[in-house]
């Protein structure tokens, strides 16, 4: 069964406008929370993370955001710059696990038109 | 180089055929962690060890799956008799701890034919 899902295959935006990418996630024991840019031929990159005694998380034009009572998080790129085309995973994993085993959902594919 | 490297980045092989991907993490990194990536799709779990010791490999989808970390760094997933359905992407990424960001290689692409 998947607990996280990406419900957006893909996102259009323009160069400078905000792109906005969700992730919803069932297991409510999931406590941490990653999100990873990945380009062609490429493993995926680490972006940004939050832990669920956040709500919000800042680094740069990355913010991401947690809904815990939703299971939903979102991740806020402002501006969009053509660089950030890629397609971009959320992960997440339980504390409670003896270790931390992280669940991905299937991805968004970002582009930015100039 | 100081990021995670596997080898090889492609592979082909023909059904029934042996293979044997190699993943050096990090240096220093404790955990390592085995990843199949099916096309469109993201990441699924296949094993994680802590040093050499395979502490789960509940994601493996066969017994024609096998990994091993002998010395405690560099990896080696092998895949015995491989079928159409192997075809994917096979990503590797070590961290510090279990627990912490996880970091990943570029990935073997095997095409079973």
């Known amino acids: 069964d998947q607990q996280v899902k990406q419900n957006s295959p893909s996102l259009s935006v323009q160069e400078g406008r905000i792109s906005i990418l969700n992730c919803d996630y069932t297991n409510s024991m999931f406590d941490y929370f990653l999100w990873y840019k990945k380009y062609p031929a490429e493993g995926p990159t680490f972006l940004i993370s939050?832990?669920?005694?956040?709500d919000k998380n800042e680094d740069g034009r990355f913010t991401v955001f947690l809904n815990k009572s939703a299971k939903h998080l979102s991740l806020h790129i402002v501006p969009s710059q053509p660089g950030d085309s890629a397609v971009y995973f959320c992960?997440?994993?339980?504390?409670?696990?003896?270790?931390?085993?992280?669940?991905f959902g299937a991805g968004t594919q970002v582009v930015v038109t100039p | 180089g100081a990021g995670v490297s596997q080898s090889p980045r492609y592979k082909v092989a023909k059904r029934g055929q042996d293979v044997a991907l190699r993943c050096d993490p990090i240096?220093?990194?404790?955990?390592l962690f085995w990843y199949q990536q099916a096309l469109g799709q993201g990441p699924e779990f296949l094993t994680y060890f802590q040093n050499e010791a395979q502490l789960d490999k509940s994601g493996l989808p066969s017994d024609r799956f096998f990994a091993e970390r002998p010395e405690g760094s560099v990896s080696t997933l092998k895949i015995q008799r491989t079928q159409q359905e192997d075809s994917a992407v096979y990503l590797c990424a070590s961290s510090f701890t279990g627990r912490d960001t996880q970091y990943f290689g570029p990935g073997t692409r095997l095409t079973v034919l």
């Open positions: 939050i832990s669920s005694i956040k």
């Open positions: 240096s220093g990194h404790v955990s």
């Open positions: 992960a997440a994993s339980a504390s409670a696990d003896s270790w931390g085993k992280f669940q």
